[in-house]
Structure formats: C-alpha cells, structure tokens
C-alpha cells in the first residue's frame, strides 16, 4: 500500500486546513487510517484515528473539537479537517495505515499496529 499525504501549508493561527492521504494498492477499506504528527525536536504523536468502517474515530485531547478525520472509501482517500489552527500544531503530519488486528483498539495511539506510512505533509501555523 502507498500513502500519498498532501494539504499542508503555511496558515495563520485560527485558520484551517485539510489534509488528505490518497491510497493505492491496498483494499482501502480494509484499513484502519491514522494521522501522527512531528514537530522538530520532538517524537512523533498521535492525532486521530479512525476505524475501517468509519464509525469510530479518535483523538488526542489536543485536538479534540477542533480537528476532524474522515474517510471516503469510494475514493481511497482518508481526510484531516483542521480548524482553529494553532502555532503548536505546526509539525510534519503523516498518515498512516493499519491492516485489520485484533489488539488495534488497544494500540491505535501507538506507531505499533501501522504498517504503513505517507511521506509527511508540513503544515506550519504562524502566530
């Protein structure tokens, strides 16, 4: 499976973006999708998930009522929406892809269950 992240950009603080993660080669729908981030100088982190079906999504508290992920399987494609941006959201987001596991629900926040990952898209939020 190949991930294509793209959406990234330069945005000022309260504004928004979408990213968006194509794939290819894979069954798409089989997937769960997640969306880690990187700021320099620090681990990378989680920041939602959301499960095969799309009924269940995730976040880190951080994020929570201001960023949105999504999927359209008809087109491969899992989304970011990221409002209300903030300069501390200013990382490198890479999305990532999870084959059906029984111990993801367990693990989803981690980099363990993904089996694959997208290049990184920057996003940079100035204040």
């Known amino acids: 499976v190949q991930l294509q992240a793209s959406g990234g950009g330069l945005v000022q603080a309260g504004g928004s973006l979408r990213l968006s993660c194509a794939a290819s080669?894979?069954?798409?729908?089989?997937?769960?999708m997640g969306w880690f981030r990187q700021a320099p100088g620090k681990e990378r982190e989680f920041v939602a998930a959301?499960?095969?079906?799309?009924?269940?999504?995730r976040y880190v508290p951080s994020v929570k009522g201001r960023f949105t992920i999504s999927r359209d399987n008809a087109k491969n494609t899992a989304y970011l929406q990221m409002n209300s941006l903030a300069p501390e959201d200013t990382a490198v987001y890479y999305c990532?892809?999870?084959?059906?596991?029984?111990?993801?629900?367990?693990?989803?926040?981690?980099?363990?269950?993904?089996?694959?990952w997208g290049q990184g898209t920057q996003v940079t939020v100035s204040s």
């Open positions: 959301i499960w095969w079906g799309g009924g269940k999504t």
């Open positions: 080669g894979g069954t798409f729908s089989s997937y769960a």
């Open positions: 990532t892809a999870a084959r059906a596991r029984s111990d993801y629900n367990g693990y989803y926040y981690t980099p363990q269950p993904y089996d694959y």
